[in-house]
């Protein structure tokens, strides 16, 4: 699981990030951070309710035929348990070792308030409220979730609607989705800074004061 973030862009696409957000930082002086990390959060209730849904009918469907084999009825109460606890903790290891499986186990209102405050404790974690215009902005991609999430700086938010980031969210999410990592995080990275560029234009003493690019 810890892999996600590692694998989510290969070493081109993260260079081609990179020289976006250089690109996109010529035209303003906002700061434009990317950030992929690999959960928001562990979700130990999806891995309980997965191994659970998983082992049941398993040790039910063990326990029937044993049970006739053994002699012990097919509705044996100590046969069942011993199945169902045999199968809990590696269906437990399974759901946690494979993010497909995961997902399908997952709260929507889990995840949306998980990604939501790993963004918010990320952006105050990596400084992105340090910038001189506080100016920052962070694009944060949980890569488990397959969510992304927006966030600007107090300096952002006085001049520009939160929610003018909604369609660059939904079309990076699109192209997560459909395997075009890289292109489509390029193409939100010049969008943010196509907007920024209006509110915060160049100065001619700016220089970086952010990462390009960060991966966990």
Not at 175 to 186: D, F, K, Q, W
Request: contains cysteine; proline residues 4%; charged residues 20%.
């Amino acid at each position: 699981m810890d892999r996600l973030s590692a694998t989510f862009l290969s070493i081109a696409e993260q260079q081609a990030v990179t020289a976006a957000v250089q690109e996109a930082e010529k035209q303003t002086s906002g700061e434009i951070v990317p950030m992929v990390v690999s959960a928001s959060h562990h979700y130990p209730l999806a891995a309980a309710t997965g191994a659970t849904l998983i082992s049941l009918p398993l040790a039910l469907l063990l326990t029937s035929t044993f049970g006739t084999a053994l002699w012990l009825g097919t509705q044996n109460m100590y046969l069942f348990l011993t199945f169902f606890a045999l199968l809990y903790f590696p269906a437990r290891w399974l759901v946690n070792r494979f993010p497909t499986l995961k997902r399908l186990f997952l709260s929507v209102r889990d995840v949306d308030e998980e990604v939501e405050e790993a963004a918010i404790t990320t952006f105050y974690g990596e400084g992105l409220y340090k910038t001189r215009e506080q100016n920052g902005i962070l694009i944060f991609i949980s890569v488990l979730e397959q969510k992304v999430w927006i966030l600007g700086d107090c300096g952002v938010n006085d001049r520009i609607d939160p929610g003018t980031w909604q369609e660059i969210i939904e079309k990076l999410t699109a192209g997560i989705h459909s395997g075009e990592r890289g292109p489509a995080l390029c193409r939100a990275v010049s969008a943010v800074g196509e907007i920024l560029r209006h509110h915060f234009p160049i100065r001619a003493d700016d220089h970086n004061e952010l990462h390009n690019i960060i991966i966990k």
